[in-house]
């Protein structure tokens, strides 16, 4: 379809429709009588659209009313990650694993923080940038191996093979 065709038009304003119900919804969801996980599901709806101070107040929210909650941490730690918070993701992501060892999800939230935050630290320093390349592959290797899960050698990375790949023109 041709630019600013009436698709083009109907597709905006469905997009625009969302985040207005995703508005009122953050409000909703905002209550304290509104139980942890469903502000949990709010803050990923809110992530997934891109509006990561929006999921990172929800996530905030929810590990307050429930701090035994290792998805309340988890998505919070994304959303901190999302804002380029890699060291509160990364204390997060810990917070989430000393609740739940074995949350796959808070171990690459970790891995990823933890890489992030070496290569802002390697900025300018080849030894450390081949140190995180180092790591990137290994986070690769322990995806496609199932995260040491009891997971099939076969299984492709989760992010598609992306971790290292980004290093590949440093």
């Known amino acids: 379809n041709p630019e600013g065709s009436p698709n083009d038009n109907s597709a905006s304003e469905n997009k625009e429709k969302v ?3 995703l508005r009122r919804l953050n409000l909703e969801a905002s209550g304290t009588d509104i139980p942890p996980d469903t502000k949990v599901s709010v803050a990923s709806l809110n992530a997934r659209m891109g509006d990561n101070q929006s999921a990172w107040d929800l996530a905030n929210a ?3 009313q429930a701090p035994a909650s290792p998805k309340a941490f988890a998505m919070r730690g994304a959303a901190a990650a999302g804002l380029g ?3 509160a993701a990364a204390r997060d992501a810990r917070a989430a694993l000393a609740l739940d060892p074995k949350d796959r999800g ?5 891995a990823f923080s933890m890489n992030r935050e070496s290569l802002a630290a390697a900025a300018g320093n080849k030894g450390a940038l081949d140190k995180a390349k180092g790591f990137a592959q290994g986070l690769d290797k322990l995806l496609e191996e199932g995260g040491g899960a009891g997971g099939r050698p076969e299984q492709q990375p989760r992010d598609g093979g992306r971790s290292s790949k980004a290093f590949e023109a440093a």
């Open 106 to 110: 808070a171990k690459a939230l970790l």
């Open 19 to 21: 985040k207005e119900d």
């Open 85 to 87: 918070d890699f060291k």
């Open 62 to 64: 929810a590990v307050e």
